[in-house]
């Protein structure tokens, strides 16, 4: 008698679970942008202010781990988006012209195709042209995820530039 309640009572519990699966769930109750997926590029953050501090004015920002892409510390208004006539970053970070202007150059890693294994000399890769692939503006939004992540740096140089380059192969044979 037990067993064919208990067998009963997990065939309900079946139907009623196969049920609610039937309802579906919408795509905007799923991921955290509350948003269909239909809709995705009229996402619209809240109340976001980004940064309006000009270049050449701003104060860097601490390494999220050692060798992250820096975020751009200052505002980017107008220099996006990036094109192949137009890359306002490089009038900047390019490695010559740089220091003339204080910003921080372009490291060698951005200077090298590691698919060839060979030097682009003066001129960036092609792979690091779309700078803000990698590098974001700073706003003031929220984590919609908590993080508990705090980043161990191997020295104090580490927190503000990056060696990538040199050590690359860092634990390769
Ligand atoms: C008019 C010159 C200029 C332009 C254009 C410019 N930057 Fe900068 N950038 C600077 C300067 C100068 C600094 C150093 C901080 C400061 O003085 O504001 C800097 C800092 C940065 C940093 C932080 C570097 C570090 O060591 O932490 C990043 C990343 C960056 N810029 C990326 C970009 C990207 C990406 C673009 C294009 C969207 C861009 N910059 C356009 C001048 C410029
Ligand atoms: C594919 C991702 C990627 C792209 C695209 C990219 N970067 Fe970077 N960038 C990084 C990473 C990762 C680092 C830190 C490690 C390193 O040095 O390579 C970095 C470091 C930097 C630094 C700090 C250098 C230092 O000595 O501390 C600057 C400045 C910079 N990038 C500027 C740019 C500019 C300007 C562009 C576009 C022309 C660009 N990056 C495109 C990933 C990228």
Redesign the pocket.
């Known amino acids: 008698m037990k067993k064919k309640i208990f067998l009963l009572s997990a065939a309900a519990s079946l139907f009623i679970a196969a049920c609610a699966l039937n309802d579906g769930v919408s795509s905007e109750q799923i991921g955290l942008r509350k948003i269909a997926l239909e809709n995705e590029n009229k996402i619209v953050l809240d109340n976001v202010n980004y940064n309006e501090?000009?270049?050449?004015?701003?104060?860097?920002?601490e390494?999220s781990f050692e060798n992250a892409?820096?975020?751009?510390?200052?505002s980017?208004e107008g220099?996006?988006p990036?094109t192949t006539d137009n890359?306002?970053?490089l009038?900047?970070?390019d490695k010559s012209i740089a220091k003339d202007?204080?910003?921080?150059p372009a490291p060698a890693t951005h200077y090298y195709d590691f698919r060839k294994n060979k030097s682009t000399g003066d001129t960036i890769s092609d792979t690091r042209f779309s700078?803000?692939q990698c590098?974001i503006?700073l706003s003031n939004a929220q984590p919609l995820v908590k993080n508990n992540f705090k980043a161990d740096f191997k020295d104090e140089n580490s927190k503000?530039?990056s060696n990538l380059f040199d050590v690359m192969n860092e634990g390769v044979k």
Not at 53 to 59: I, L, Y
Not at 69 to 74: A, C, F, G, K
Not at 101 to 104: D, I, Q
């Open positions: 501090t000009q270049p050449g004015e701003s104060a860097l920002v390494r892409p820096p975020l751009i510390s200052h980017i220099m996006l990036i890359n306002s970053c009038s900047c970070h202007v204080g910003a921080t700078c803000d590098h503006a503000k530039s």
